[in-house]
């Protein structure tokens, strides 16, 4: 159970394992924690200019429109990340990679994060043009739960001492809570209730290129802050695991010690 | 098919020899129907108007009370792993663990019904609704409690986490349970919340045991 957290010396085959060798990752991943925090930076810029500055109000929604460039760019990741678990979710369980794990550990607080800040920012968005800070909705319904899967997630991950097998199970759990992201996605379609339906779809852009243009940068910069945080968190959790090993195993030397110490002193 | 009979006779057997915590289930479930009255005002129309939400909530509750003896004694005591070793797959014996869950969990609040109704002063046909909803809702709550059971199964921290981490999986089973009792009792009846809940419950059992399989071992790993 030990040995997929050590850094193993057997070098993997294809490229795609190669690179997913926690000890590999560690290595090239650093090289792109600066580059993502930059692009991160500037797009949020550029994004922010666009919202704030270079972007109409709404005709009907008058300034409370700008509440859009936070909201939608946090509900489309509260689900893209839920996705990102699943997936890491289905390779933890197929492939048992360590890495898996590690990806579908890290995802779940910064999902938590996102989900929170969609709800807030819908909550602030429906008081002026809605007249209600919630109502349950289909689409805000499933959102919440979203939401608290995000939480129960946290919550097992905290509960397993050991984490490869809790892992698999965790994975499990994962798979069943995806059936709810569809859920989510065609709530709106389903239910014809007060939220509205998706400004992106099939049939083209349902907004002047105005709005859209921001909107667009916004969500590139929310996805960029989420794979820079993801990043950075994974590599925290493997560093946390290696930290651990090594503390077990400091702790075994101790007693192997200890124990060999106690042994010379009773034959002398 | 005879091992999969085997495992549910045995549980029940268990079940029925210490039956405290059926009892203390059922008790559970009439004493929120006590309860409620109480907190909310003995209003009859009130009372009448609440009462599918009312036992469709103490039937979710009082099934995630004994989630957590699901699973944990067998881990407990090596049957589980034995199990694994069974003439019939895990996935099987996952099958029949939810249909014996069902039976000891599910079936005595239901045939406790009767008394919540009397009591929140339901209509007969409200009634017979509520009472058809639970029979058709309550297979997809046993087949969500066993996955919650067979995640936490190893936990010994984690007597709670089943629950919160199932509540969430159980609202779609709560909205149609509750909007199918409600259909028949007003003017105009519907039964196509009656049909959600009924191929939830499909869904839910037929697609279970393979969670829980996993689950089960990844466990016993």
Redesign the interface.
Known sequence: MNANKMPSTNKPKNWFSALAHPGVFLGWSRHFIRPLIFLTLISFAIGLWFAFFNSPPDYQMGETVRIMYIHVPNAWLAQMVYSIMAISAIGSLVWRHPLADVAMKAAAPLGAAFTAIALFTGALWGRPTWGTYWEWDGRMTSTLVLFLMYLGLVALWNTFSDQSKGARIIAVFTLVGAINIPIIKFSVEWWNALHQPSIISTQGLSMPAEIYTPLLIMTLAFSLLFFTLHLVNMRAEIFRRRANTLERQHVIENAQASAANNGKGENK | MRAFLIVIGRDLQLAIKNGGATLTQLIFFISIGVIMPIAIGPDKQILADLAPAIIWIAALLSTLLGLDRLFVADHEDGTLLSLHHASISLTSISAAKIISHWLITALPLILATPLLAVMLFMELPQFLATITALLLGTPALAALGA?GA???V??K??GM?AP??I???A?PILIFGVSAANSFAGAQTSSSAMLFLGAISLLAVAFAPF?IS??LK??E?
């Open positions: 996955i067979a995640i936490s190893t936990l921290r984690g986490v919160i981490l509540l969430p999986l609202i969670a996993l689950a990844a466990a790993e």
